[in-house]
C-alpha cells in the first residue's frame, strides 16, 4: 500500500515514513501544501496523512480541494491544535480520521490500517481468496489453516494482489503501490517478490499473464 505523508516538521515526517516503511508500506513525503497536493493529484495512494498547519497551502485547502476534484483516498489529518473546532472542521472538509499531536506512533498505525481497511473490498477486515487469507490489521497470512511468514515486502505485495485478485496488475502498478516515489531500482525486483511468494504459496496462486502483470488466483484452483 502506498502512503503520501504532507508534514512540515521533517523530523517528524521522516520518523513516520521511517516507521511505516519497516511496516512494508510504500512513502512518499511532502514538506508543504502545495508539493503535497501536488503529489496527491499526480500519484495514486491509498492513504494520505496530513498536517493542517503547512506552509504554502494549509491542510483543509489541500482536502477540500481533493475532495472537490472527487478523490476519495482517506486522509488522515495531523494538528498540534486540540480543541472540538478543529476537529470538526477538519472533518467538515473530508478528512475521514483527526488525529492531535503529541501522538503515539502506534495509534497513528493503528488508524492508519484501520482507514486502509475500509478502502478493500466493501471495508472487509481480511481478504480471502480461495483457501488463502490476507489480515492486513494482524498482518498475519494463511493457507489452508497454516500460517505463512512473509517479509514486509512480500505482505505489501501479496496484500495489493489480494486486493486485486482475479485482475491483471503490471509491474509497474505493484511498483507505485509497494515501493515509494524515489524508487529508482530494476524493476525486475517485481519478479524476485513474486517469485518468492510463489514458493511460500504455490507456483499457481500468482499467473504470469505476458506482456501486460500478474493476476492473483484462487490457490485451491
Do not use: Q
Not at 483516498?73 to 475521514?96: F, V
Not at 524508487?183 to 500468482?206: H, M
Amino acid at each position: 500500500m502506498r502512503v503520501l505523508i504532507v508534514e512540515d516538521e521533517k523530523r517528524l515526517a521522516l520518523s513516520l515514513a521511517r516507521g511505516l516503511r519497516a511496516e512494508g508500506f510504500a512513502v512518499d513525503v511532502a514538506h508543504d501544501g502545495i508539493d503535497g497536493l501536488h503529489k496527491a493529484t499526480e500519484g495514486s495512494y491509498d492513504l494520505i496523512v496530513l498536517d493542517i498547519m503547512l506552509p504554502g497551502m494549509n491542510g483543509y485547502r489541500v482536502c477540500s480541494t481533493l475532495r472537490a476534484a472527487g478523490d476519495e483516498t482517506p486522509i488522515l489529518m495531523l494538528t498540534a491544535k486540540d480543541g472540538e473546532y478543529d476537529e470538526a472542521e477538519g472533518l467538515d472538509t473530508g478528512a475521514d480520521d483527526y488525529l492531535t499531536k503529541p501522538f503515539s506512533y502506534v495509534v497513528l498505525l493503528a488508524r492508519v490500517r484501520a482507514l486502509l481497511r475500509r478502502r478493500t473490498r466493501g471495508g472487509a477486515s481480511v481478504l480471502r481468496v480461495g483457501e488463502l487469507t490476507v489480515d492486513p490489521g494482524a498482518r498475519r497470512v494463511t493457507l489452508d489453516g497454516r500460517e505463512v511468514t512473509l517479509t514486509a515486502k512480500e505482505f505489501a505485495v501479496l496484500e495489493y494482489l489480494a486486493v486485486r485478485a482475479g485482475e491483471v496488475v503490471s509491474k509497474a502498478e505493484i511498483l507505485e503501490h509497494v515501493w515509494d516515489f524515489a524508487y529508482e531500482g530494476d524493476v525486475n525486483i517485481v519478479e524476485v517478490y513474486v517469485s518468492a511468494l510463489r514458493r511460500k504459496l504455490g507456483p499457481d496462486t500468482i499467473v504470469t499473464v505476458r506482456g501486460a502483470g500478474y493476476r492473483m488466483v484462487r490457490p485451491d484452483v
